[in-house]
Every structure is written in structure tokens, then in C-alpha cells.
């Protein structure tokens, strides 16, 4: 299953000068977790992760690091398109 992964820090907790976020907010190799794709928009210092696991309790572990320092929001999703799930 996919979760998209929508991690937000206030400025003056940035990790840019302390290691960069694969430092500070995550947990980078999870037996049972791939990170398909992470994308980044520094104005809102917001962090955005599509990540795939069968175990939700990977999910935590990833996020665990940064549980202090940001805010996460979690939702399952489908790799389907519109059009893919009304043709079925």
C-alpha cells in the first residue's frame, strides 16, 4: 500500500544547517518501506513523501525521528488514475 506523507516544520526549526530533513526528520532505511518519491518546497518548509509498505507501523517508524521537530499528515492512496478505477 502507498501513503502520501505531508511532513511541515516552522522555519526556526529547519534542519538545512544541522544535516538536511534525511537527518532530522526521518528514519531513511526501514526494513519493509521503499521511498518512491520525495519532493520539497522550501518556501512553506513543507516536505512531501510517496512511500510503500504493508505494515502501518513502518510508517511510524520512518516518521519517528521527526515526531518533536514537524507535523505529519499520513493518507493511504492508490497509484490509479481517475480513469483507470472508473473503467473497472
Do not use: A, R, W
Amino acid at each position: 500500500m502507498q501513503f502520501l506523507i505531508t511532513q511541515i516544520h516552522d522555519p526556526q526549526d529547519c534542519p538545512k544547517d544541522v544535516g538536511g530533513f534525511k537527518k532530522v526528520f526521518i528514519k531513511e532505511n526501514v526494513d519493509g518501506l521503499t521511498i518512491n518519491n520525495i519532493y520539497i518546497e522550501h518556501g512553506s518548509h513543507t516536505i512531501i513523501y510517496v512511500v510503500e509498505t504493508d505494515n502501518y507501523e513502518k510508517v511510524v517508524e520512518f516518521l519517528e525521528p521527526g515526531m518533536l521537530k514537524c507535523t505529519s499528515t499520513i493518507f493511504p492512496v492508490s497509484s490509479l488514475s481517475v480513469s483507470e478505477i472508473l473503467k473497472k
